[in-house]
């Protein structure tokens, strides 16, 4: 099995997104499903997934949604965006995708011990982390986050407990062993090794994030044998404070074809796990944050209610 990307392992730790339904059943697409060919992972509540795929060796971001029963998403593959259509069945997730359909059995997770776990550790791990892919903050009274998802923690030895509530209330508990070293911290979920550093903030108030200034977009591309349609959102960051959003989407088949327009402006803040959006019309909006590098070309993204825009000028990886 392929190695499967940070940030998607760390949602799964996340109390509030280990969907579950008011039956206590586990929710159908939340989880680790694989074959001999591909490995795809998702979190998620309330019909909004996210999470990576690995396909021969490489691994790409995943988002979905569920409509009227009906689950459909999207994989960017190689600046394309390819549409995906999901149904459980019995063993796992099947997945259709150009034509194609395949048949992922559902992994069940294994945790195995950390030794060396150090004795200060429940002091040592409060503050916040991050690596490319994701975030977790763990706070002094027991609170924490996952990629901007909140739970409670606890310490018992070397294992990390992460509880919380699931999707209709259902209680969700997680434990993970783990192990700290200075500024590292290592935790192993589903079998492999993750690491994050801590972050040293000098402070975790909402403002202006120098680092985010300047301009973002997500772009979609979609061909198929009756039609196409081109999407694409962007964004910029002045250092003001101050944002400007547009989009577009094309679309044609044989019979005609459409474009839509939008555009939106405002003032924006930003913590390192939130992004709020203050428009001139729509209000105030408040996103989950995290920062990772794209899979492939290693440039910055913001991804936003799971969501990516990769930077669209030269910038630095996180």
């Known amino acids: 099995m392929s190695p499967m990307r940070v940030g998607v392992l760390l949602c799964l730790l996340a109390a509030s997104i280990c969907a579950q339904d008011k039956g206590g059943l586990?929710?159908?697409?939340?989880?680790?499903?694989?074959?001999?060919?591909?490995?795809?992972?998702?979190?998620?509540?309330?019909?909004?997934?996210?999470g990576a795929v690995t396909f021969q060796g490489r691994t790409f971001p995943v988002t979905a949604r569920t409509v009227w029963r009906v689950t459909t998403g999207t994989v960017e593959m190689d600046g394309r965006g390819i549409l995906l259509t999901f149904s459980p069945y019995a063993g796992g997730l099947q997945?259709?995708?150009?034509?194609?359909?395949?048949?992922?059995?559902?992994?069940?997770?294994?945790?195995?011990?950390?030794?060396?776990?150090?004795?200060?550790?429940?002091?040592?791990i409060v503050g916040e982390w991050r690596n490319a892919q994701g975030s977790a903050r763990f706070n002094a009274d027991g609170t924490g986050a996952v990629d901007g998802n909140p739970g409670r923690y606890e310490i018992h030895g070397n294992e990390l407990t992460l509880t919380g509530e699931g999707n209709g209330?259902?209680?969700?508990?997680?434990?993970?062993?783990?192990?700290?070293?200075?500024?590292?911290?290592?935790?192993?979920?589903?079998?492999?090794?993750?690491?994050?550093?801590?972050?040293?903030?000098?402070?975790?108030?909402?403002?202006?994030?120098?680092?985010?200034v300047g301009k973002w977009c997500w772009v979609s591309v979609v061909n198929a044998q009756q039609g196409a349609r081109t999407s694409?959102?962007?964004?910029?960051?002045?250092?003001?404070?101050?944002?400007?959003?547009?989009?577009?989407?094309?679309?044609?088949?044989?019979?005609?074809?459409?474009a839509t327009q939008q555009g939106d402006s405002g003032s924006w803040t930003a913590t390192e796990t939130t992004f709020t959006a203050r428009s001139r019309t729509r209000g105030t909006t408040v996103y989950t944050l995290q920062k990772r590098?794209?899979?492939?070309?290693g440039?910055?993204?913001?991804?936003l209610n799971g969501q990516p825009y990769v930077t669209y000028f030269k910038h630095a990886s996180w």
């Not at 590292?184 to 000098?202: D, K, P, Q, S």
């Not at 590098?293 to 070309?297: G, L, M, W, Y």
């Open 169 to 212: 209330g259902a209680p969700v508990r997680i434990v993970a062993p783990f192990e700290i070293d200075g500024d590292i911290l290592r935790l192993t979920i589903a079998g492999a090794a993750i690491t994050l550093n801590r972050v040293r903030e000098t402070s975790g108030a909402a403002g202006v994030r120098p680092e985010m």
């Open 299 to 303: 440039d910055p993204m913001l991804v």
């Open 293 to 297: 590098n794209h899979p492939k070309t």
């Open 95 to 124: 997945v259709a995708a150009e034509g194609a359909v395949y048949k992922l059995e559902r992994v069940t997770p294994t945790a195995p011990k950390v030794p060396g776990a150090s004795p200060r550790a429940a002091e040592g």
């Open 26 to 50: 586990p929710d159908p697409y939340v989880g680790v499903f694989q074959n001999d060919q591909i490995s795809l992972t998702l979190a998620g509540s309330g019909g909004k997934y996210s």
């Open 232 to 258: 694409n959102q962007c964004f910029v960051l002045g250092a003001d404070g101050s944002y400007r959003y547009s989009g577009e989407t094309d679309s044609y088949n044989p019979y005609g074809g459409a």
